[in-house]
């Protein structure tokens, strides 16, 4: 694939980015290597080769989902800038009609 002016303006609209100059060429630059190394890449034989689903072997290490003790209601509102009985109070965030 060859790397022009077109290309360059082309992708930079659909990226919505402006390039001038220096920094033009400098990305034509990026991209031609870029390309360079993809290439290099299809190159290598991954015949047998299994995907690498997972990078380590211990997945799924997450812990197991249990309820444990935590502050009673009352110890929560306690700790609550502005609380009214059961439940924490808040400024408003929306005006009626929004």
């Keep these: 694939m060859?790397?022009?002016?077109?290309?360059?303006?082309k992708l930079s609209e659909l990226a919505k980015l402006e390039f001038v100059g220096e920094e033009r060429?400098?990305?034509?630059?990026?991209?031609?290597?870029?390309?360079?190394?993809?290439?290099?890449?299809?190159e290598i034989d991954t015949e047998g080769v299994n995907p690498l689903i997972h990078l380590?072997?211990?997945?799924?290490?997450?812990?197991?989902?249990?309820?444990?003790?935590?502050?009673?209601?009352?110890?929560?509102l306690k700790n609550a800038p502005s609380a009214n009985s059961d439940y924490f109070k808040v400024p408003k965030v929306l005006k009626k009609g929004e």
């Design 2 to 9: 060859k790397i022009d002016d077109a290309l360059i303006d």
């Design 25 to 42: 060429e400098r990305i034509k630059s990026d991209l031609s290597r870029m390309l360079q190394f993809v290439e290099k890449l299809k």
């Design 56 to 76: 380590t072997e211990e997945y799924g290490s997450l812990r197991e989902d249990r309820a444990e003790n935590t502050l009673s209601k009352g110890d929560a």
